[in-house]
Structure formats: C-alpha cells, structure tokens
C-alpha cells in the first residue's frame, strides 16, 4: 500500500489559516490524494482531491508538490466548525487497497477562538 | 433530503442476536460501501459494492453478510453478534467505482452489544 504520513494533531487559531501537511513518498503515478474530515459525532466529509495539480474548492486548497511526494491541505481561515480529524489518503487501483479509500489516523485539528 | 441515510441511528443488543442496518442513496451513484468505526476511532472498509455487485470483502468474518436489493441501497445484516461487533457502521456511496471519485458517508449507526 501507499501509505501517507501526518503529523497526529495540530492546533490553530480561529479566523487564521491553517497548513496540515501530509507525505506519501510512495506514492504511485495514478494514485489520486484525497483528503478527509471526521467531525465530532459525524460520518467523514469529503473535503478535496488532486491527482497532480493544486486544487482550490469552497472548502479548501489542495498543493501538491512537484514530485508529488508530499501534499499540503490548506484551510484559509479556520473557524470553531472546523475542529475535525483530517485524513490524507491515496486511493489508486494497485497494491493492497485495490482501489479503495483507505483511512489512516490523520491529523487532529483543534481551534482555539 | 439527506443524501445517504442510514437506519437506525442507535442499536443495542444482546451477544448472540441478529441484527440488520440499511442504508439508502438519493444520489444516483453506482456504487456503494461500508466502514467500521471501532473504540479507537480506526475506520476499516468492510465491503465495494458496484452496480449491486461485491467488489470487494476486507477478510469481514461470513456473519456479515451485506445485500443490495438495487443500486440505491446497500444493507448490512450481521448474524450471531459478537462483543467485538459494538462499533459505528457507515455507510458511503460514490458515483462509480472510479479512484478519482469522492465518497458520500452517512452519518453512521452505533452498535452496542452486551
């Protein structure tokens, strides 16, 4: 499997953005990145995904290194709501996830007011 | 309109007992998924269902055996539960089974068994 690395948890401040990084150095040519988010008591969110170019959406901002060995989801202005586990994931059709979402432990965002 | 709705929302049962979730889709998609949820909070794919067949199983014990009675639903029957079944269960979908695709969770059923 390709497998990702976050850090377990960050803290922000609200109304300030926010970087979580994520490496994945074995990542496969058609492995897409896909981030995620666990609110409190809620099913997981969708939030962004990329395959090689950065990615802007009304949620967030997807940057994707040139090697694409390492990603960084970008919140640009954190509120209280989003307090959540973010989840960095590949999801490609070969090796050991054959092709499904696979979570890991992702990164725990806490926001202070 | 919810877009994937889960039922129940709460479950408690004794060990030994038999016990169904369904899940229901409104958004047209084709393929449909379940997670587990355990105590430390690790979500595990369980079963991939396309176009109401069984992409996947994630070495799941035979006792869960889910059903897809058409695309829009995907139902999860557990048989003889088990102390170590008590998890929340979601269900997703996705418009296929595309690696580019995004999943749509459901906001999960918490099992308990006693």
């Known amino acids: 499997d390709a497998k990702t690395t976050q850090p377990n948890s960050m803290e922000s401040n609200e109304e300030e953005p926010v970087h979580l990084p994520c490496n994945h150095s074995?990542?496969?040519?058609?492995?897409?990145i896909h981030w995620y988010r666990q609110l409190p008591s809620q099913g997981p969110e969708y939030v962004i995904h990329g395959l090689t170019s950065n990615v802007n959406n009304r949620m967030a901002s997807l940057a994707i290194a040139e090697d694409r060995k390492s990603s960084t989801l970008i919140l640009h202005r954190a509120t209280l709501r989003d307090a959540a586990v973010y989840y960095c994931i590949l999801r490609g059709n070969y090796g050991g996830s054959q092709g499904n979402l696979i979570f890991g432990k992702g990164t725990k965002l806490s926001v202070k007011p | 309109d919810t877009a994937v709705s889960q039922t129940p929302k709460y479950l408690v049962t004794q060990m030994g007992n038999d016990k169904s979730i369904k899940c229901e889709q409104n958004l047209g998609h084709d393929t449909m998924y379940w997670y587990k949820q355990d105590s430390k909070k690790f979500l595990k794919i369980m079963f991939s269902?396309?176009?109401?067949?069984l992409i996947i199983n994630e070495t799941v014990p035979n006792r869960f055996s889910p059903k897809s009675p058409d695309k829009a639903h995907l139902n999860l029957h557990i048989n003889s539960l088990e102390l170590g079944d008590s998890a929340v269960y979601f269900c997703a979908s996705s418009q296929n089974w595309g690696v580019g695709e995004k999943l749509f969770f459901g906001s999960g059923t918490q099992l308990s068994v006693l």
């Open positions: 269902y396309n176009n109401k067949e």
């Open positions: 074995t990542i496969s040519g058609t492995d897409y």
